[in-house]
């Protein structure tokens, strides 16, 4: 597995600690590497990419061009799993956006949020509230609401032979380490990979 995990605004630091011990107590799919070239990570076939970083890097730049989301495409419909979590649907070109079936619009100032899914469990945390613009043929199972409104907070997608699942929380350290939270993201992931 490999991530791409942190940016100016979400510390790397928290999102990996969280995902590795998600990882470890559900899943034990231990090897999370970081930060590796991704044309290269993705020629080698990874039983998962986990993207929760924006696009804009501390210089202005983007870190994935369009060339590499082609090649990101590719990996997925030949039966790659991605793994898109908040920041991951931010400042992404429109090919990406198709891609993962959505995209990051706008988030007002953090605020206590209700996250509720399909199944009818929820949870409430102080997060960033995202709202996002879905794209295609989309499973939506998780929802969010706060005094700001209602918005999609994750959804599965299938590409060819792949699978694509996107969640929106957690921006910190308190909802990151939030025990339903972290129920949701170990159901999430093993989704991803299983089956």
């Known amino acids: 597995m490999f991530t791409y ?3 100016l605004y979400h510390k790397k630091e928290i999102f990996h600690d969280a995902l590795n011990e998600v990882l470890l107590k559900n899943l034990a799919l231990l090897d999370l590497v970081k930060d590796q070239n991704i044309d290269l990570v993705l020629h080698e076939e990874p039983d998962l990419v986990v993207i929760g970083r924006s696009n804009l890097n501390e210089d ?5 061009n369009e060339l590499e989301v082609r090649t990101l495409t590719e990996y997925v419909k030949d039966g790659g799993k991605l793994f898109v979590w908040h920041a991951g ?3 992404y070109p429109p090919d990406y956006t198709e891609l993962v079936g959505g995209r990051f619009i706008f988030h007002p100032q953090r605020a206590l949020v ?3 899914s399909a199944d009818g469990s929820s949870f409430e945390i102080v997060d960033e509230h995202y709202f996002v613009e879905l794209r295609g043929n989309v499973e939506i199972f998780l929802w969010s609401e706060s005094n700001c409104g209602r918005s999609t907070a994750g959804w599965k ?3 060819e032979c792949g699978k694509i699942l996107a969640l929106t929380p957690a921006h910190d350290e308190e909802g990151l380490n939030d025990e339903r939270f972290r129920s949701l993201l170990a159901k999430s992931l093993r989704w991803l990979v299983e089956g």
């Open 157 to 159: 997608k299938r590409s």
């Open 89 to 91: 649907l931010a400042g």
């Open 114 to 116: 209700k996250y509720f």
């Open 60 to 64: 202005n730049s983007r870190w994935l």
């Open 5 to 7: 995990l942190g940016d």
